[in-house]
């Protein structure tokens, strides 16, 4: 079963640094969500891309925080500088469409930030 | 965007079926209930969806009433690896999902 990829995995560092998360899609997956999950709380959307194109970004801290989708495929997202409450769980998901909240949403298995 | 409410946590035994109500008072004539069931450390992963009436697959079932300002997830006979948060979620066309805290559900042996 085709699955989303993310790395790292995990990612210690101290505030004030640079950090990137990558994410790779279902191949053919269109759409591209990034989340963050603080703990004990349900994911957040930071960003959506349809292809390369940013669909919604509302939520995204844009002072700190970029992302990006170049090719319409894999997905960088990155913060600089990170912040302690940063920490959090960093979660890449895709649909096949633009269906929104009707289509199913993959997820990978997330980034788990901790920023020191 | 419909809010939904939920139970904070619930508790249950091997081998029990376990019903989690959603409460989406303000839903949307356009909107899908949408569940969701997480595991620690893993990212959230599609149980079911309907929109009204009775949907059943190999994992859930879900029951929607005619007024649709509820719905419950049904879990039959539920072992130990149903240990999860099971979200639930209201919203349609090109609206995104919002996630609340969801239900902790915890299985004893």
């Known amino acids: 079963e085709a699955e989303v990829a993310q790395s790292p995995r995990y990612k210690i560092t101290e505030k004030s640094q640079a950090v990137a998360f990558w994410c790779d899609p279902i191949s053919g997956h269109a759409t591209l969500y990034w989340y963050r999950q603080i703990l004990g709380q349900g994911p957040e959307l930071l960003v959506q891309?349809?292809?390369?194109?940013?669909?919604?970004d509302s939520q995204l801290p844009k002072d700190r925080f970029s992302a990006e989708r170049l090719k319409g495929v894999d997905s960088t997202l990155k913060i600089q500088p990170a912040e302690l409450g940063d920490s959090a769980m960093y979660l890449c998901a895709s649909s096949s469409t633009l269906s929104g909240s009707t289509d199913t949403q993959y997820f990978g298995p997330g980034t788990r930030l901790t920023v020191l | 965007l419909a809010k939904t409410t939920q139970p904070i946590s619930m508790d249950s035994y091997e081998g029990q079926e376990v019903n989690i109500t959603c409460s989406h008072n303000n839903i949307a004539t356009n909107d899908y209930i949408t569940w969701y069931q997480q595991f620690p450390s893993q990212g959230p992963r599609f149980i079911i969806q309907g929109y009204k009436t009775k949907v059943t697959n190999e994992v859930a079932s879900l029951f929607i009433p005619a007024d649709r300002k509820s719905s419950t997830l049904s879990l039959p006979r539920v072992s130990l690896s149903d240990t999860a948060v099971y979200y639930c979620?209201?919203?349609?066309?090109?609206?995104?999902?919002?996630f609340g805290a969801g239900t902790r559900l915890a299985v004893h042996p």
């Open positions: 979620l209201a919203a349609g066309g090109y609206n995104k999902l919002i």
């Open positions: 891309f349809q292809d390369e194109s940013v669909v919604d």
